[in-house]
């Protein structure tokens, strides 16, 4: 296959792995906001796929899903999109993205560390459903992550900016969390996942809860919850239950 091909087909297979699983209830390996230092393996494609549920007082269910191909070597690129819970009958609106990630250092050295940029647009909602998707926001971020002890305690750090279409703003990111494994047998592995993330505008976030490799490195499903700090409103917290699916191989 020539070179060129190959970032195409890598989106195709991950929009094909995603319209297989649609009965399925997993951005940075899920539940993570604050991403990690690891892409898909090289000829693979992954779907990370989850529900996330905001407490009543006008909350709702999300629903995303986000495929990622690695066309051959040091790029990820993921192309997806959520749908937002409607409102009083209006129709359902939500944000499509895509972001390219790469990697400077690898992760079994010990510190991994790479970049990541993208872009989020949003669609659904419009009466014309001719009309263009309107570019909502861009984005670019470091990840920088430090395993101990063969990865039983990894360290994750997350620094970046986006840039508000909208609000003509552009707003820093940052981000840290942390995986403790917790049990492992043969290729099964739980995971305790907890983090704290936000901006520099606005009160952070944190959010915490448990992964499970059912297939090491193939199938794991994942359940969280969180909310914002500081903040006594139900509808900012949030619980999410996700499923992430890899295959190895499928570009090659």
């Not at 709702?60 to 495929?67: D, I, M, Q, S, V």
């Not at 997350?158 to 279409?165: C, P, V």
């Not at 059912?214 to 409103?233: I, L, N, Y």
């Amino acid at each position: 296959m020539r070179a060129a091909d190959r970032p195409s087909r890598a989106i195709a297979c991950a929009l094909a792995l995603a319209l297989a699983l649609p009965s399925l209830p997993a951005r940075a390996a899920r539940p993570y906001a604050t991403d990690d230092a690891r892409i898909t393996p090289a000829g693979g494609c992954q779907v990370e796929s989850w529900v996330q549920h905001h407490r009543p007082k006008g909350g709702g269910t999300e629903f995303w899903a986000l495929p990622a191909c690695n066309p051959g070597g040091n790029l990820e690129v993921t192309a997806g999109l959520n749908r937002l819970p409607s409102e009083g009958g209006q129709p359902w609106t939500g944000n499509a993205l895509v972001q390219l990630k790469t990697l400077v250092r690898t992760l079994d050295t010990g510190i991994g560390t790479g970049f990541a940029v993208g872009a989020t647009a949003r669609v659904g909602g419009a009466s014309d459903a001719s009309a263009p998707s309107a570019l909502s926001s861009a984005y670019a971020y470091n990840v920088t992550s430090i395993a101990f002890a063969d990865e039983a305690f990894v360290l994750l750090t997350l620094a970046g900016i986006r840039r508000d279409r909208e609000s003509q703003r552009t707003i820093a990111l940052w981000g840290v969390g942390s995986e403790t494994r917790l049990y492992r047998r043969g290729d099964q592995e739980l995971l305790l996942a907890a983090e704290v993330y936000g901006s520099d505008r606005g009160s952070p976030s944190w959010q915490g809860g448990f992964r499970f490799w059912v297939v090491k490195e193939k199938v794991q499903v994942d359940a969280v919850v969180g909310r914002q700090v500081g903040s006594r409103e139900i509808d900012r917290s949030w619980w999410s239950i996700g499923v992430r699916l890899i295959g190895d191989g499928l570009l090659r």
